[in-house]
């Protein structure tokens, strides 16, 4: 679309839609029309005359403006886009800069190429690890078979997969464009059933509907696929990657997709993880199994998006070198610089699985010859569901900044060959919830997300302010404060009352909220924390332990393998420490263990009297939704409290040196 010079269009939205999670709305067509509530109106200056009105904002397009075509100015009220799609952010750019007081002055181009939404979506309309509602995407219509095949497994649905909210899936996309992401893949990379046959007739057309309508927001659109598709929907006897049979019917399929989706994005792929099928299996390498699929991609510029979370789930807790930390850097060191251009790694940020508490994966600085994807969860899956407040921005900002041969924040791009290959991933945390993520308050996590893509030295600080100013625009400025003085520190109380010291694992098997200490102790899934009567924690050192500590850079390497020097938060993720030992804020780790859940379950107790204290301040809604969900999480703090105190009063038989209750 060719933009030279606009006046914005202006339209008053004429009732605020109770279900809008977003600040402003635009639409990005073949014009630009803009529809904003009334008072954001007024903030612009615009005259509002009836439906519609006249701005005094002017906006163009000048490619000589940057390199980067998504880039923008704004300046007083002017925006200037280095493209179409740059004139979209910069719009939005004017509007947080408006409505959260700031000077209208600013140039920027995004930190991160990629930023992208991966949906764990499935097409029954359930969604794995989902918390706010079934899925916008998919819903159960025509189906009549309630049968459930196993766990996450996908209903017997018939055809008519498609929820056909177009409303909805507008709102969102604009909402994605809101936040600067590019990118967006709509189906679980568990791919089960029906979900398998997206990529075919059918039921690609309806994902080019959605395509074409996110396609407007400057959103390009992939999908999870099934490794086995070619045996399981193409009638193949395998679907070995280096079977010319195989090739050829993902070529086919491939051809397709690109007849009726001409700027599809490309597929995510969870291969040999977790139960699902890929290259192993017949023998193969992930680089084989990855360019076979990108050599189908090449001529259309598609992208494969391959997944690192690969380990044995079988793992045995009696054999104590083993160590699922270990799993993606042993898989994927050794393919450094094997993949092709358009593949791109998408690792987890942690070496485990997006934990309350876990050090870099050591991938990060070592892959040198690789596009790279870090990952993230927005979807609350260990940290509390979106029941318990838990804005996670200070523990992702810690990753993106850790020092393992340099920051991934610079890293990442730097060791991608090609560099716009690389980037942020996310998965999403919405669903058909009234407010789209379960807790309101959780929304600041999807914005914070999208806002650390963009811009890599934004605070914690910075982008919950933001957040709030531009959501809670309407309450006072005390009111503003009390909800980022609730919100700021949250991921740290969430910390207190969970395992110790990044341990890890003591929760509730497969379900994953709530205490259950040894759920996971004697089981498959490479989870530990071998606590005894002595002490807890699972040496990683190359000394005595795993060894993983030593696929940090030498210097990193050297703090981690040095239990006085490793800090105390990571202690126990790395080594064994008996109940005595002095740690260094000047406390035993009993009592530090103690002192930590006591804290944390206080600290939600005076987050509910500080949320009462707004009654009448905040809307309705928002107001019983968080007071609603602060009550149960004041429950899930006391068990776990009272559940880690107990167990590791009976393990070591050292009472709280402040004498508070702990039950027997
Ligand atoms: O965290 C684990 C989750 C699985 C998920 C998997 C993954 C989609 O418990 O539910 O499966 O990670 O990331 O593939």
Redesign the pocket.
């Known amino acids: 679309m060719a933009i030279d010079e606009m006046w914005l269009q202006f339209s008053i939205l004429k009732k605020r839609l109770t279900n809008e999670i977003f600040y402003v709305n635009l639409e990005y067509e073949d014009k630009i029309t803009i529809r904003l509530r009334s008072e954001i109106c007024e903030w612009l200056g615009c005259q509002l005359t009836g439906e519609k009105s006249e701005a005094t904002v002017v906006l163009s397009v000048n490619s000589k403006l940057d390199d980067n075509l998504e880039a923008y100015e704004v300046k007083e009220n002017e925006i200037i886009g280095a493209s179409s799609v740059g004139l979209l952010y910069g719009f939005y750019a004017y509007l947080r800069l408006k409505l959260s007081g700031a000077n209208l002055s600013e140039k920027s181009a995004p930190a991160q190429s990629l930023r992208m939404i991966n949906h764990?979506d499935q097409v029954d309309g359930t969604i794995?690890?989902g918390y706010a509602g079934e899925s916008i995407f998919f819903g159960r219509f025509g189906s009549n078979d309630n049968t459930d095949t196993g766990s996450?497994a996908v209903k017997n649905i018939g055809t008519d997969i498609f929820r056909n909210d177009f409303t909805r899936l507008k709102m969102y996309a604009r909402f994605l464009a809101s936040i600067g992401i590019n990118a967006i893949s709509l189906n679980?990379?568990?791919v089960r059933g029906l979900g398998t046959s997206l990529i075919v007739s059918p039921y690609i057309e309806k994902v080019g509907e959605i395509s074409k309508l996110f396609a407007t927001f400057g959103l390009k659109t992939f999908l999870a696929i099934n490794w086995a598709a070619p045996k399981l929907i193409g009638e193949l006897k395998t679907s070995d990657p280096l079977d010319e049979n195989v090739y050829t019917w993902w070529q086919q399929t491939i051809d397709h997709i690109y007849e009726v989706i001409p700027d599809f994005g490309g597929f995510v792929v969870?291969a040999d993880?977790?139960g699902e099928p890929g290259p192993y299996q017949y023998g193969r390498n992930h680089a084989d199994g990855a360019n076979m699929l990108a050599k189908a991609f090449e001529k259309y510029n598609g992208l494969v998006i391959w997944?690192t979370?690969v380990y044995n789930s079988q793992t045995d807790w009696r054999k104590r070198k083993n160590d699922r930390a270990k799993a993606a850097y042993e898989n994927f060191m050794p393919l450094d610089g094997d993949f092709s251009d358009n593949v791109i790694l998408q690792i987890?940020f942690g070496p485990i699985?997006?934990g309350v508490r876990e050090p870099l994966m050591p991938l990060f600085g070592a892959l040198k010859k690789t596009n790279q994807l870090m990952e993230f969860q927005i979807t609350a899956?260990y940290l509390g569901h979106q029941l318990d407040l838990n804005y996670v921005l200070p523990q992702w900002l810690e990753m993106i900044h850790f020092d393992n041969y340099g920051q991934p924040k610079d890293t990442i791009r730097a060791n991608s060959p090609v560099a716009t290959h690389s980037g942020f991933i996310a998965i999403g945390n919405v669903g058909m919830d009234e407010n789209w993520c379960g807790n309101k308050l959780s929304q600041a996590n999807f914005y914070g997300f999208g806002r650390m893509c963009w811009n890599n030295d934004l605070t914690a600080t910075e982008i919950l302010q933001e957040w709030i100013a531009l959501t809670f625009s309407e309450v006072k400025a005390e009111v503003q404060k009390e909800i980022f003085e609730l919100l700021i520190d949250s991921n740290q109380t969430y910390e207190l009352y969970n395992a110790p010291l990044a341990v890890g694992s003591m929760m509730v098997p497969h379900y994953?909220y709530g205490p259950s200490i040894n759920g996971y102790e004697y089981d498959r899934w490479g989870a530990y924390h071998f606590s005894d009567r002595n002490g807890l924690g699972i040496d990683r050192t190359t000394a005595t332990g795993t060894g993983f500590a030593s696929l940090y850079a030498p210097e990193v390497a050297k703090v981690f393998e040095d239990k006085s020097k490793t800090p105390d938060e990571i202690l126990l993720f790395f080594h064994y420490v008996e109940y005595g030992h002095l740690l260094h804020n000047g406390k035993t780790l009993i009592q530090t263990i103690y002192d930590q859940h006591f804290e944390g379950f206080e600290r939600v107790k005076s987050y509910i009297k500080s949320w009462k204290s707004l009654k009448g301040q905040v809307d309705e809604a928002t107001y019983d939704n968080v007071a609603d969900r602060l009550e149960r999480q004041l429950e899930h703090a006391r068990n776990w409290r009272d559940q880690v105190n107990t167990y590791f009063y009976r393990m070591s038989g050292i009472p709280d040196d402040q004498g508070r209750e702990i039950y027997r």
Do not use: A, T, Y
Request: net charge neutral.
């Open positions: 764990w794995e690890r996450f679980n990379v568990n969870k993880s977790e997944r979370f987890k699985d997006f899956e994953h």
